[in-house]
Nanobody, 123 residues
Framework: QVQLVESGGGLVQAGDSLRLSCAAS????????MGWFRQAPGKEREFVAV????????YYADSVKGRFIISRDNAKNTVYLQMNSLKPEDTAVYYC????????????????WGQGTQVTVSS
């Protein structure tokens, strides 16, 4: 398994942008599909975006499509989530996750998780 550490969260206003980063340890990072999930207070964890091992394909939740961009730099063992046009409903703890297989939006399929980073969007 890989160890994951998220960063980049914070308090912003609606319409602002943030970029989250997730740094992974381990020499086989490029073997993992990487996903971003989020969990708002009182709600279940939900899928946000996933990127394939090579970075060649991405998939987004409908709620963030067109506003968020997931990318990865395998040389730096890092995956990013660029969040634009943020809305108050994007407020949540954001988690990155790793899966040594193909991309999926099912949280239960991911074996490694970071500790999360808080994103708060004020109206």
């Amino acid at each position: 398994q890989v160890q994951l550490v998220e960063s980049g969260g914070g308090l912003v206003q609606a319409g602002d942008s943030l970029r989250l980063s997730c740094a992974a340890s381990g020499r086989t990072y490029s073997n993992y599909a990487m996903g971003w999930f989020r969990q708002a207070p009182g709600k279940e964890r939900e899928f946000v975006a996933v990127i394939a091992r090579s970075g060649g394909s991405t998939y987004y939740a409908d709620s963030v499509k067109g506003r968020f961009i997931i990318s990865r730099d395998n040389a730096k063992n890092t995956v990013y989530l660029q969040m634009n046009s943020l809305k108050p409903e994007d407020t949540a703890v954001y988690y990155c996750a790793a899966r040594m297989a193909g991309s999926t939006n099912y949280a239960s399929s991911y074996a490694s998780w970071g500790q999360g980073t808080q994103v708060t969007v004020s109206s």
